[in-house]
Nanobody, 115 residues
């Protein structure tokens, strides 16, 4: 079992930045895929960014060039740096650790972009 806890959400003005953190209860070194998803009210959960164990990354078109996923194996933490935030980025952001055959999810952290 892996416990996953997200943090770093909050209220930010358009154009601002936030860094989300995803802390795992054990080593993430061997986790196959680490990802960030988001779900806005009335919408389906969608992939924002993901990183493989060897460092390959994938981003949703809507966040390319603005968001960056990274990890710190020593701290068992995955990050999502979000810059140039837009109102449409408002959502609950979830961390996912894909450790086949199991998916671990956190409880989510709210990000609200509003003036």
């Amino acid at each position: 079992q892996v416990q996953v806890v997200e943090s770093g959400g909050g209220l930010v003005q358009p154009g601002g930045s936030l860094r989300l953190s995803c802390s795992a209860s054990r080593s993430i070194f061997s986790i196959l895929i680490m990802g960030w998803y988001r779900q806005a009210p009335g919408k389906q959960r969608e992939l924002v960014a993901r990183m493989t164990s060897y460092g390959g990354t994938t981003y949703a078109d809507s966040v390319k060039g603005r968001f960056t996923i990274s990890k710190d194996n020593a701290k068992n933490t995955v990050y999502l740096q979000m810059n140039s935030l837009k109102p449409e980025d408002t959502a609950v952001y979830y961390c996912n650790l894909h450790d086949p055959p199991i998916d671990y999810w956190g409880q989510g952290t709210q990000v609200t972009v509003s003036s």
